[in-house]
């Protein structure tokens, strides 16, 4: 008998709406253009610095405006969602064996946030003093 | 003693010779307290309608045979018990995959890609029978004991949209197979695995959503496995570089 196998059509543009953890998988991707633009707003303002005195503080004032804030609370937390979700998933790309057994995952885990929060606190520092 | 419980199963229907695409069959299921997906579906068959296609083997989640999509998510049908769904299930085939018959699906692509990463010891030394087993200590098993443990069900096949999106991925069990290969002390295949696992369609192809080890039904984390192998190949390419390779 002659077969006729029949080919599932995939919603090339709307697939993620099909399951909770490809909408949670886009979230995630989605930072990532948020992070971008605030890469690029750093890079400018490195740019104004490298003009000097006057155009740093036009860009400083810019940034006082409440659409600039808003943007940078927005882009905190998105690169915190980012990051947390990242350092969740550690320990399945870099299980770690010491002696006869494999570190926990929590172990992995939480060194990951301690590093984030020694450079954090590190940074806060340098731009305190 | 044990009551019965009447449950609505839409079922998923393709016959080649009559259908043009799939449509869905209702049966009412009178159910014991116990049973799973699987056992719904032998009832339908022995008693409702023996036309209705699926495979199946072992009954205990061991043969790989019976994953099919209940109520939208990838599940080997006899490990689904009943007890843990609502009134009315609806059973499909895997999906990224073509329908042979009802919720029987073509699994060829799949067994390529499978044997194209190798998945057996290619031996560092050939050794005569004569000279013994090849051992290993429990440590070096313990290394890649769980990707050991994948039935080939495909569940994570029908979870992955990237497998979906581009049927050329490699996929999430053959690349953990592939991983499982390489972790083992008494192989040296890597290099000829890399070759599949290290190309484009291959480890990078992979996007890291997950689903494929959320849905795995024997945690073989199939999507770890690939990310350990884009690390192990972004090391290789630094290593080539350092030593003046390509
Ligand atoms: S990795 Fe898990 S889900 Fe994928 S085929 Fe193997 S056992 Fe099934």
New binding site residues.
């Given amino acids: 008998m002659s077969r006729k196998p029949y080919i599932r059509p995939i919603p090339k543009t709307s697939w993620y709406m099909r399951d909770g953890r490809y909408k949670r998988y886009m979230l995630r991707e989605v930072t990532c253009v948020f992070i971008g633009a605030y890469t690029g707003v750093l890079t400018m303002g490195l740019l104004r610095l490298s003009q000097g005195k006057e155009a740093y503080e036009a860009f400083l004032q810019a940034m006082n405006t409440p659409s600039a804030i808003v943007f940078h609370i927005l882009a905190l937390l998105f690169a915190v969602y980012h990051s947390t979700t990242w350092f969740n998933v550690t320990p399945q790309a870099m299980p770690i064996m010491k002696g006869d057994d494999f570190l926990p995952g929590k172990v992995i885990v939480t060194a990951h946030y301690a590093g984030w929060a020694v450079v954090s606190l590190f940074i806060l520092l340098v731009v305190g003093i | 003693m044990s009551t019965k419980r009447t449950i609505t199963f839409e079922v998923m229907r393709y016959r080649p010779e009559s259908d043009a695409e799939p449509s869905y069959q209702t049966y009412s299921v009178p159910c014991e307290q116990e049973w799973v997906v699987l056992d719904a579906l032998l009832y339908i068959k022995d008693n409702l309608d023996t036309t209705l296609s699926f495979r199946w083997s072992c009954h205990m989640a061991v043969c790989?045979s019976c994953?099919m999509i209940v109520n939208g998510e990838?599940m080997l049908s006899c490990k689904a018990f009943l007890r843990d769904y609502p009134d009315v299930i609806r059973v499909e085939p895997l999906t990224n995959f073509p329908i042979e018959r009802d919720l029987v699906i073509v699994m060829d692509d799949f067994i390529t890609k499978l044997a194209s990463i190798k998945p057996y010891i290619i031996p560092k030394e050939e050794r005569k029978v004569e000279q013994g087993e090849y051992l290993q200590t429990p440590v070096q098993l313990k290394k890649f004991k769980q990707y050991t443990?994948?039935?080939?069900?495909?569940?994570?096949?029908a979870?992955c949209p990237q497998y979906g999106l581009v049927p050329e991925f490699v996929g999430?069990?053959a690349l953990?197979?592939a991983h499982r290969y390489n972790l083992d002390s008494r192989d040296n295949g890597r290099s000829q695995r890399q070759e599949i696992a290290a190309s484009h369609d291959g480890v990078w192809e992979c996007s890291f959503v997950g689903a494929?080890s959320e849905?795995?039904?024997?945690?073989?984390?199939?999507a770890g496995a690939i990310q350990q192998t884009k690390i192990a190949s972004t090391m290789d390419y630094f290593l080539g570089f350092l030593q003046g390779g390509s």
């Fill in positions: 790989g994953g990838p443990l994948c039935i080939n069900c495909l569940l994570c096949y979870a999430p069990a953990a197979l494929c849905v795995c039904p024997k945690h073989v984390d199939p």
